[in-house]
């Protein structure tokens, strides 16, 4: 992979697919590396996408400052490397940590993108996310990166995932303890202690927004994209039934698809936003379903909207 | 070049010679932070913020002594101009920028604890086959695991609110500190036949 050079730091990116294309850019979550895009990457390039993915600094192989890094560095990185896309239409979509950054350079930098899509994102901490948040942290400075695993893979993960993976969970852990360095990972839980709600600022961004939420995430429930979808006026939620906040790696192919029909989407002016709320397929391949109107998506039992 | 210690032997533990410089590194590096530590540390604390200070002395103090007792030694004569080259990379250095000398000390000894935790990875040298029982492995394991609670010392230390002015000047000191630190370790293990990934 190569190597972009900005601000002092190397960041490893890698792009895949026609020069002529649009192009996405993929955003890791904490913990995270470009190669867990692989099956994204494949699936995209296959349907005339470009496909940027990358290690954000302090992850994977680019640069891990020792001390100071805040969220800005992450978001000038973005920049940098949404320069070497050129001219054509650019989709920005980010995961969990990824996609407060991804957030963070829309309502800096929107006019560069044709969409943005957010996923297990959040505009706010929650007391719940905040306090989940400085456990987390807590484990990692106590605990190191294998605790910290440990604590999310419970947590984000399906049991009809974990099931199968449980024989192999020591191999997948592994590499991803290999692969991140606990100073680094401190470092970046840190950048949330002077955190800011950006939920005034949501209304900046005026470019087609697909939001995805996991059905049964735990660490950024409904309330927390709701926040996003309210505020962010050309925004649909999309639910991903059965899945958890790492709906990402638990479901690339149904995932992959949605990216793919939301560009098209955008890109042929079919989208329409608006604030709506939609049920994607259990599986690539089935059809969105909107929302059923006359129910609260807020709950997780059948309760009527109130009447307004 | 591997990334990882080895070829391991019948019973999974690590060759005597990667693991007499190994922990001849490790013994060097977490020997000179108990050295300063304890001249750092006084015999009566007075403030809260010296507790940290004790604790830090002694998690130093058992690094370097598991390790010197949880290795098989053998005898290696390029140790001598190792050691030697080690120990001077450890001497306090004045950070620039910072006019009163026994806060650089501070800083200086505090980016070196940074680096010596952060830039270290010694259970990352394991092979999976490497056997858990085995002192040497577990030792390795142990130093890791302490590190990231000794890390996070460093950080509230050195982005605490007195350095804010000179915040430059400290990142300098702690990026040269791993720059050094990074170097020494990665030349030693290359004299071992293991390359850093």
């Not at chain 1, 950054?101 to 719940?128: C, D, K, N």
């Not at chain 1, 590499?175 to 680094?184: K, S």
């Not at chain 1, 089935?286 to 059923?292: D, K, R, S, T």
């Not at chain 2, 940290?52 to 370097?64: F, P, V």
């Amino acid at each position: 992979m190569p190597f972009l050079s900005h601000g002092g730091h190397r960041i490893r990116y890698e792009l895949k697919g026609p020069a002529s294309g649009p192009a996405y850019v993929l955003v890791n979550g904490l913990t995270q590396y470009a190669e867990l895009w692989r099956g994204y990457c494949d699936t995209l390039v296959a349907k005339k996408f470009r496909v940027l993915t990358f290690d954000l600094l302090g992850q994977g192989e680019s640069d891990k400052p020792s001390l100071f890094i805040n969220q800005d560095d992450q978001v000038a990185a973005i920049r940098a490397l949404v320069n070497l896309l050129g001219e054509g239409p650019v989709f920005l979509s980010g995961i969990s940590f990824g996609g407060l950054i991804a957030l963070r350079y829309a309502i800096a930098h929107g006019g560069t993108l044709a969409g943005l899509v957010q996923m297990s994102s959040f505009a706010e901490l929650s007391p719940q996310l905040l306090l989940l948040g400085n456990a987390m942290r807590t484990g990692l400075i106590l605990g190191g990166t294998s605790y910290l695993q440990d604590l999310l893979l419970p947590m984000n993960l399906s049991d009809a995932w974990l099931g199968p993976q449980l024989k192999h969970l020591e191999a997948i852990k592994r590499q991803g303890w290999l692969i991140n360095d606990v100073y680094a990972l401190q470092n970046l839980m840190d950048s949330f202690l002077d955190f800011e709600a950006l939920t005034d600022r949501l209304g900046s961004i005026r470019i087609p927004t697909m939001i995805l939420n996991g059905e049964f995430d735990f660490l950024t429930p409904r309330s927390l994209h709701e926040t996003l979808r309210a505020n962010i006026p050309d925004s649909a939620l999309i639910i991903i039934p059965l899945a958890y906040h790492a709906f990402t790696l638990e479901k690339p192919a149904l995932t992959a698809e949605l990216l793919a029909k939301f560009a098209a989407d955008v890109l042929s002016g079919q989208w329409k936003g608006g604030g709506s709320v939609w049920i994607a397929p259990d599986e690539a391949g089935g059809e969105v379903m909107p929302f059923p109107s006359e129910y609260d998506h807020l709950r997780a039992i059948p309760v009527r909207k109130a009447t307004t | 070049m591997t990334p990882f210690l080895g070829p391991l032997d019948s019973s999974g533990g690590v060759p005597p010679l990667q693991q007499t410089r190994v922990a001849a590194f490790l013994v060097s590096a977490h020997g000179a932070l108990a050295r300063r530590l304890a001249i750092g540390t006084p015999l009566t604390l007075k403030f809260g913020w010296q507790t940290e200070l004790h604790s830090q002395l002694h998690r130093e103090t058992e690094i370097a002594t598991l390790m010197m007792r949880a290795t098989s030694w053998v005898a290696d004569f390029e140790l001598a101009h190792l050691c030697l080259s080690w120990e001077t990379a450890w001497l306090p250095k004045p950070v620039e920028g910072v006019a009163d000398w026994s806060q650089g000390v501070l800083i200086d000894l505090a980016a070196l604890a940074h680096a010596i935790h952060a830039a270290i990875r010694p259970a990352a040298l394991l092979p999976v086959e490497a056997n858990a029982q085995d002192p040497f492995v577990l030792a390795l394991r142990r130093i890791e695991f302490e590190s990231s609670r000794l890390i996070q010392a460093q950080i509230l230390f050195l982005k605490g609110p007195e350095f804010v002015a000179i915040r430059g000047c400290v990142n300098t000191a702690v990026e040269r500190r791993h720059q050094q630190v990074r170097d020494l370790w990665e030349a030693m293990l290359k004299s071992i036949g293991v390359q850093c990934a």
